[in-house]
């Protein structure tokens, strides 16, 4: 709700930033503005929808509905940075005169202000939560703050040192900065949504924990996925053929209480075999 509300507020103050200096490179910030309002409603949408338990119709959750919103922000923020580019290139033809540069510093400066306020909340409350998407929230404001700094370093370059075409080439750098992260961004969350394994230290980590009871001959076929906030852990753990169906159950007990000590509330499947079996 605060990021809602921030985002908002940043864009009717550099809607005003725009209007009264015609820079473009306060538009593609004011752009920028918009693609942080849309991700925050959607974030909000996504933290509702991911927190939902378990049901009978959806039994790992919803916590991959951050992964959709995800995808949702990647394709509004790429086209943000699109337009952004467009504009600078029709501006390179048709210059458009910038006024009141001091205006549009104090703006990006009560903008600063405002963003670094909300950082510091939201990393109070991602510490409270532990909530990724809170996190990357505040990741991607903090990214803005370097934004805002290169705004008003444009602005008064260009106001000095009367280069006009500066303001072109800031806001596409800031352009540029949009599509990667999109890119990026979607990436992450085709990642996710197409059950990409894990990196190759997380699975090291499984298979090394599931090592350490003594009575683990083995570890094979591990499959991983990320549900989207938790994991899943699919595997065959190989045993003494001579043990009894309780003893191969109380240390494939062991095995997911560790995993699950290093891998809060993920879920765990584990298939027993003989050790030597092929199939």
């Avoid at 919803?62 to 995800?70: D, I, N, Q, T, Y």
Wanted: with cysteine.
């Amino acid at each position: 709700t605060a990021s809602v509300s921030v985002a908002l507020v940043l864009l009717v103050v550099k809607t005003l930033g725009v209007l009264y200096t015609g820079s473009l490179t306060v538009f593609s910030s004011l752009i920028d503005s918009m693609s942080d309002l849309f991700a925050s409603i959607v974030t909000f949408w996504a933290i509702r929808v991911s927190t939902k338990p378990a049901d009978s119709k959806h039994r790992y959750g919803h916590g991959k509905a951050e992964s959709l919103s995800a995808l949702m922000q990647a394709a509004f923020i790429f086209g943000s940075g699109l337009f952004v580019i467009y504009d600078g290139i029709y501006r390179l033809f048709y210059p458009q005169e910038i006024y009141k540069v001091d205006f549009g510093i104090v703006v990006m400066l009560v903008c600063m202000a405002l963003t670094l306020l909300l950082i510091m909340f939201q990393n109070y409350v991602a510490k409270v939560t532990n909530s990724r998407a809170v996190r990357a929230d505040a990741m991607h404001y903090s990214v803005d703050i370097m934004t805002n700094v290169m705004v008003i370093v444009v602005l008064t370059i260009t106001e000095n040192l009367q280069i006009w075409w500066f303001d072109i080439f800031g806001a596409l750098v800031i352009a540029l900065y949009l599509l990667r992260s999109g890119y990026k961004l979607a990436q992450d969350a085709i990642s996710v949504l197409m059950d990409k394994e894990l990196s190759d230290d997380v699975r090291e980590k499984i298979i090394k924990l599931a090592l350490e009871c003594n009575q683990i001959c083995g570890v094979r076929d591990l499959r991983t996925r990320d549900l989207g906030g938790k994991y899943l852990f699919e595997m065959h753990l190989e045993l003494d053929r001579n043990l009894s169906l309780a003893d191969a159950h109380k240390y494939t007990k062991q095995v997911e209480a560790s995993l699950q000590k290093h891998f809060p509330a993920s879920e765990i499947v584990i298939h027993q075999e003989p050790v030597g079996k092929n199939s």
